[in-house]
């Protein structure tokens, strides 16, 4: 990826190796023995892993006062955690657009429900699509836009 915003010169990106939750400091990272899978997780699931400190910022952080026209969130579980942290924060207004994978917790089925009234709650208009594969598990993608914007 970096490789791709230095040949097309894009200013405007910037890259962290770090992960997002909702604080600010170090935590535990997962990753799989198995090297078939390419993801890791703050949160220990029944496999075989790796645990490793990593540090960690809330994008509200990072994002400080920006205006985003494009968030694409990918992040292994962390989706709710950043959310509810951009909410409080209220910088869900400063965000025209969002694609987020969100990986269903079998422990809280209340967790995408929250995101949508949160999302709906911040003049977002919502689509939620089901995605389920043996490979990706049960999660679903999640398109925002901002109502306000368009």
Not at 60 to 70: E, H, K, M, P, W
Not at 94 to 115: A, F, G, P
Request: aromatic fraction near 8%; proline fraction near 1%; glycine fraction near 4%.
């Amino acid at each position: 990826m970096q490789q791709n915003v230095e040949e097309n010169q894009l200013e405007s990106v910037k890259f962290f190796n770090a992960a997002l939750s909702g604080n600010d400091g170090v935590v535990d990272f997962f990753i799989p023995e198995d090297k078939a899978s390419l993801n890791g997780t703050m949160f220990r699931n029944d496999a075989e892993v790796n645990k490793m400190e990593v540090i960690s910022y809330r994008l509200s952080t990072i994002l400080d006062d920006r205006i985003v026209d494009v968030l694409k969130l990918d992040i292994e579980g962390s989706e709710w955690e950043v959310m509810e942290d951009l909410n409080k924060c209220d910088r869900l207004r400063k965000i025209r657009s969002i694609m987020m994978e969100v990986h269903q917790v079998k422990d809280d089925e209340q967790q995408l429900t929250n995101l949508v009234n949160v999302l709906n709650a911040n003049q977002f208009k919502v689509r939620v699509e089901q995605v389920s594969s043996a490979i990706f598990g049960n999660s679903v993608m999640v398109y925002a836009r901002q109502l306000d914007n368009y």
